[in-house]
């Protein structure tokens, strides 16, 4: 069932896919909240492509934030896909976490929960107002992972990662596990 969020996800996000899940939210040792900074909506551009995202994050009180991402492709000028995915924020050092937890499909209107899995997500808010979204690169977390910075389970192109809360949070503090990380989006504020 994970893995059809991971696929949807990827799906709805048009991108170089990942893989990649957490088996405790980045940011347990120091508490998962709703960043209200990311708040409101948001558009950009997907990296190399077409394809224009408009997010709108939601203060959702005990479930953290409500992420609603609408795609469009520029090229065609029409929807290319929606989805609502709920989300908890962390911040572990200079570095701001976002743990996607739970996807509502547009399609079949049927909410997906993932216990003890987590899509991680590290985003960064610019002096210049925008948001960047950045997504776990592959083989830069594979070659943590042979470095023993992280301990994972890799089933061909899956890697779950079942690092400790406490040695997860430690590592994703450092620029050296934000540097895991690669862009997706750069995202400005609309409203």
Not at 6 to 23: D, P, Q, R, S, Y
Not at 56 to 85: C, M, P, T, Y
């Amino acid at each position: 069932m994970l893995r059809n969020f991971v696929l949807a996800a990827c799906a709805l996000l048009l991108a170089g896919c990942t893989t990649i899940t957490t088996k405790y939210p980045i940011g347990t040792t120091t508490g998962l909240g709703a960043d209200k900074a990311i708040l409101g909506s948001w558009s950009g551009q997907l990296k190399d492509s077409q394809t224009r995202v408009i997010a709108h994050f939601i203060g959702a009180q005990k479930a953290g934030i409500a992420a609603i991402l609408v795609l469009r492709d520029s090229g065609r000028n029409e929807d290319s896909g929606a989805g609502l995915f709920m989300l908890r924020t962390a911040t572990l050092g200079e570095n701001r976490y976002a743990n996607v937890y739970k996807q509502l499909s547009s399609d079949d209107l049927e909410a997906l929960k993932f216990e003890d899995m987590h899509m991680p997500v590290l985003y960064r808010l610019g002096s210049d107002g925008t948001l960047t979204l950045n997504l776990l690169d592959d083989n830069r977390t594979r070659a943590a992972i042979a470095a023993g910075k992280l301990t994972a389970t890799i089933d061909g192109s899956t890697i779950d990662i079942t690092s400790e809360p406490k040695v997860l949070d430690a590592f994703m503090a450092t620029p050296e596990g934000a540097a895991l990380f690669r862009t997706l989006v750069v995202l400005k504020r609309l409203d």
